[in-house]
């Protein structure tokens, strides 16, 4: 067999990939036919195209335009591929607002995905193809370029503009592929047989991924203590649930972005404050200067100045005090100041407390003309039906405690998959005869975002139907609790979700609805950036590297407050039961952001100090008279697994929530079901597998509130009441374009 240039009499071995030997007998050669090469003048490792001729071999089209695609140069091939890659992309950074992002979500990640084949088409030909050397270095310039003008065009990293976003999902996927392409090319290159291996190992790994995804599978429908039943007549999750996200190790979406641990400060400092307010400082470093900033106190700081969009913020920053410390005379704080950042040379750390002590809180007296008791209703407004405890033989009067951590953008899978520590501490708190803790497996968001879903929850509704509305914190302090919040993301709630509703942005409702308030220190810019978009890719609380301020985690130190909270409470209990008078009861809330972010990732972090917290709760027996709930609002709403697969659509809608409540309201709820409803259920059994919103978590934040004398409305809509049975997105309150969760047709 003989092959030759077309102009040219030399002929050309065969070459055979794999093998030692060339092969060019008569045999062969009369088989193959005679291959032709063209080959350009200036190159003549550059093979356009061949061509074959035989009495065996026919051309292989008589249509001129397939012929033209066929003999077409390399170079226009690329550069037909990399207008389908930047077309794409530019057509993938489509924008608009939540809800339009949310309706556009599969056709954007679809648009990328077509954009990261085209480039990948191109990739691989420029290292396995024939190209001149030319060809592939401007190639790859001209990539460079496009990149470069793309990130400048849109790098935002905000609905209206995602550009950022949609680089990191396309280099998360382009990545990985390409470099696995590149490995099997160059191990088929060296390898001989590779292709039998190949399909030997993709045989073996599709069993293992098989056999592991029938696990995740099983799995997925876990809790703590019981398991997602599939019970004829209740709702199921609808499409095929494949969790593919599973199948990747802990850490694989962002092991590029960092260590997950914080780097420790260089100086070592210890500093408490005392029962007097003096401030005590050692610095390591005796010859620093040692310096206090004050961080003021946001309590009672009106709507206008906690706007969330570089007004929070800059206002903290602008409103520290900072003062020279020195341990020759005492260093007396404010008493109303719950923070303060300690700085010794380049090393910094917070020091929080809860002040004024409980002891010298005045008891809070609502004003007239927003008092949510029942007393301070119009007269003419219908009383609602309410039960009073105290007529119930044998039942506790004391007034629960509450508290409630909610843990934004976590599903009940991912709280399971990253947060395993926490998960097994659970099952120790279910303790009957002292406390028993139910699961929600069918806990259905009611909004896309955080808005409507903590809405629903601490107002019970998404649109209030009336100016000024109060948070159920204020309904809390309304009725005698000492109410504190924890704000570790530096957002007011009050203020980003309802605050538009208010008559006056001079309104203080922190000051109207909370006793203390812990915001400051998480709107230093150390954390919180206070120049450009704080809620960046890689910095802010909606970053994918770890959290962390001053050598801690951001969680620490709104844990070290929440751990200091919890023991004024508790000390202050003990004195005045020791007096024998009544303890003032507490409702705390705590919001958690490290799991609104893309990867999943960093939720991870938040692990052994919530297993801590959870352990301190039980061991100390606070939970024999509090009520402890710690949920989320949704799941996780970015990343690859909500972007492309009908799983990561599941747990976007599918939060976690679990509830901690003492024996005697577990024996009460399952006695006033009983006595109060046809159906004879255990209400916390029926509500884990019947379909429940934040709607009725409202609900139950107000018939504790209330207790011991309660709404039998707010009670029938709570978690202590059974739901009904076969219950549908509509009857839940559930958007129908919204639900996931939908009872099968009956055959």
Known sequence: MSYSRLGSGDSLPLYNRGSSSRSNSSESSHALGTISPVINARDSTDFSYYEFSSKHCKPASNNKWVNLVLHAPKSAFIAGLLTICV??????????????????????????????????????????????????????????????????????????????????????????????????????????????????????????????????????????????????????????????????????????????????????????????????????????????????????????????????????????????????????????????????????????????????????????DSDTRPSSGSASAPEPARFNVSGAPQMQLGRPNVIYLMLDAVSHRQFYRRLPKSAQVLKTIHRPGNHRLFELYRYHSVGF????????????????????????????????????????SCDDWTKKYIGSKYESQEYSVGNRSLDYELTSPFCLPEYFPNVGNPYGNFKGPNSITAHCLYGRYVHDWAFDYLYQLRNEFHEHRVKQLAQQNDARPFMITATFIEGHEGTGEVLRTLDDSLAAFLESMRDSGELDDTVLIVGADHGLHMGLNFAFLQNGRIEHKNPFLVMSVPEWLHEFSEKYQTDHSSEKVSPFAANEQRLVTPFETHHTFRVLADWPEFETDSWKHSLFAAQRAGRTCEEAGIGANFCMCKIPATE
């Not at 470093?285 to 913020?313: A, G, H, I």
């Not at 209030?464 to 109410?483: E, K, M």
Request: charged fraction near 15%.
């Open 449 to 488: 975002s955080t808005d409507n879903n903590t809405k629903a929850a601490y107002t019970g509704e998404i649109y209030p139907s009336h100016s000024n509305p109060l948070p159920i914190w204020a309904y809390y302090r309304d009725r005698g609790y000492v109410t504190a919040r924890i704000e570790a």
């Open 87 to 368: 077309t794409s992309y530019l057509l993938s950074l489509q924008a608009g607002d939540l809800v339009y992002i949310n309706e556009h979500l599969g056709i954007i990640g679809a648009e990328l995905v077509v954009s990261i084949i085209s480039l990948t088409v191109v990739t691989v030909m420029l290292y396995a193809g024939r190209i001149r050397n030319n060809t592939r270095r401007g190639t790859l310039l001209m990539i460079l370029c496009i990149f470069a003008a793309l990130y400048c065009y849109d790098h935002g990293e905000r609905f209206e503009h995602h550009g950022f976003y949609n680089l990191l999902v396309f280099l998360l996927i382009f990545v990985p592929v390409n470099l696995a392409i590149a490995l099997f090319y160059v191990l088929w290159s060296k390898i001989d047989n590779f292709i039998v291996y190949f399909f030997i190992s993709l045989a073996i790994g599709g069993i293992a991924a098989s056999v592991s995804l029938v696990h995740y599978r099983r799995v997925f429908d876990q809790g703590t203590l019981g398991v997602f039943q599939y019970t004829p007549g209740e709702c199921q999750w609808t499409g095929r649930n494949i969790p593919f996200i599973d199948l990747l190790p802990a850490g694989t979406q962002n092991f590029w972005a960092g260590s997950m641990h914080c780097r420790p400060e260089s100086q070592q400092i210890k500093a408490s404050v005392d029962g007097d307010g003096v401030l005590h400082v050692a610095c390591e470093s005796e010859d620093k200067d040692v310096f206090v900033d004050v961080l003021p106190e946001t309590r009672q700081w009106p709507l206008k100045d906690k706007d969330m969009w570089s007004v929070f913020n800059h206002l903290i920053l602008e409103q520290v005090t900072r003062l020279p410390y020195s341990s020759s005379r005492p260093f007396v704080l404010n008493e109303t100041t719950q923070a303060v950042v300690v700085r010794c040379g380049s090393s910094s750390t917070i020091v929080t407390r809860v002040s004024p002590p409980l002891a010298k809180l005045p008891v809070y007296v609502p004003p007239s």
